[in-house]
């Protein structure tokens, strides 16, 4: 993962991208979030739908974060979970409402309700690294976002997660289930964790555009738009 110094945020005024003059190297996009982090999949799902909008080619990666990273291999049960992260059960329905509400924009339907288990996401985020090698990253996350999210499942079981890498287009089940029982490029994905932990990252997502700009957070699309057409117009310059 491209390193930077710092990440402050910098937005300028949205200018309106011309596509046809000159077409650059895409973007490059590095976007840090857990996969059972709802605001990481809101996020991802905005980031979709901009570059859908503004047609400007661009590289997505993603990097993994551990929004937990105390909890053991097979998890927690998902109500112990919330209540040590939110509180009390009324604080708990208030922020899950935001959360809904928050994605209303986005075509996510959230089924709390029907996750009953806290996942560790050390293998799902090692699925995701080995679906980049195949050109399956994006299908990769989406799928484990909508296995945990929208259907319950447990993104830390193994058997969800071979069935989920072989529906995503990345390997046969049995493969991705010999590769999880593995120590497989753990460390690598350690060695990501703790570039993130050094840039100084306490909320996820976080999207690193061009290396250059970053968006911190669930912000307005508005503003993710202007950062991809600045660091668009800004590739197209120095072109």
Not at 46 to 67: N, S
Not at 132 to 143: I, K, N, Q
């Amino acid at each position: 993962m491209a390193r930077m110094a710092g990440a402050m945020l910098r937005i300028p005024s949205i200018p309106k991208p011309d596509l046809e003059t000159c077409m650059p190297e895409p973007i490059a996009i590095d976007v840090i979030a857990d996969l059972s982090c709802p605001w990481s999949y809101i996020g991802k799902k905005r980031l979709d739908m901009t570059l859908e909008m503004l047609e400007i080619p661009a590289k997505v990666t993603f990097y993994p974060y551990l929004q937990a990273a105390d909890l053991p291999p097979d998890g927690m049960p998902r109500k112990d979970w919330l209540a040590r992260a939110y509180g009390s059960p009324s604080q708990i329905r208030d922020a899950l409402a935001a959360i809904s509400k928050e994605a209303q924009d986005t075509g996510i339907t959230f089924d709390f309700d029907a996750i009953k288990t806290m996942p560790n996401t050390l293998n799902a985020h090692r699925l995701v690294r080995w679906a980049r090698d195949v050109g399956r990253e994006s299908e990769m996350v989406e799928r484990l976002y909508a296995l945990f999210f929208t259907e319950g499942q447990d993104i830390g079981d193994t058997e969800v997660l071979a069935l989920a890498a072989e529906e995503a287009g990345v390997m046969h089940r049995f493969k991705a289930r010999k590769m999880i029982e593995s120590e497989v490029e753990m460390e690598e994905i350690w060695e990501d964790i703790k570039a993130a932990r050094e840039l100084g990252l306490k909320m996820v997502p976080a999207f690193i555009i061009a290396n250059k700009y970053a968006i911190l957070g669930v912000d307005n699309p508005v503003n993710m738009a202007k950062a991809i057409v600045a660091a668009h117009e800004e590739a197209r310059a120095a072109e």
